[in-house]
């Protein structure tokens, strides 16, 4: 990004300096165009010579900017690619959880959403009846302890790439509601550090779907 901007303030500089000439050719003669051959013939080789030079400059500026383009959009191109292999891991990862509880065994989508349950059960009961709950508890806890710590690392590796807006909407856009719950709830302090990201993990605002993003 830093290199676009110099690349636009060289582009600026270059037309003040293509510009000069004229601003300068006018203010000279500000009573009408010179009558005077010579004057033509100066301004002429100055113009001439400096627009040349400014010209070519121009063409070198244009094929190095259309390279780091061509760059830019190669980065994109990977990160997104890298994005979404990790999208599908977490997805694969999560479709093996496996909890067993006293009264059942969970997969998948339902151990996330019975680790919520827990979450809220845990913030209301009696403390008298703490003691039955926290062993079911250790065992959801430690099922989804891995696949938060994946959501976390794909949140830090969004953070890093060129686009962290459209990736971040990206990736949000395949987190169901349970599993942001989930996630907040166990790394919490990884959110305190984001200000305002918390809100918007859990915000009921409709992210765009994976399908419309790679159209």
Known sequence: M????VLKYITIFSLIILITPLVLYFYKFNEGLSSNDQAWSSFG???GGVSAALFSFASFISVLYGLIRNEDIRISENEEKHLLTL????GRHKSFI???TAEEDLYSS???ERYNNMLFNISIIDKNVMSSIIPPYIQ???SVNVYCNLIIYIFE????????QKYMDLFLSQLSESDRTCVVAKKISFFEDQKGFMEKLMSEKQFITLKNMKT
């Not at 999208?87 to 977490?90: A, N, P, R, T, V």
Request: glycine share 0%.
């Open 2 to 5: 830093k290199t676009k901007k």
């Open 45 to 47: 080789s100055y113009f």
């Open 98 to 100: 496996h909890c067993r």
């Open 110 to 112: 339902q151990v996330v």
């Open 157 to 164: 590796y969004i953070f890093k790439t060129s686009n962290v």
């Open 87 to 90: 999208i599908d891991l977490l």
């Open 140 to 142: 959801l806890d430690s």
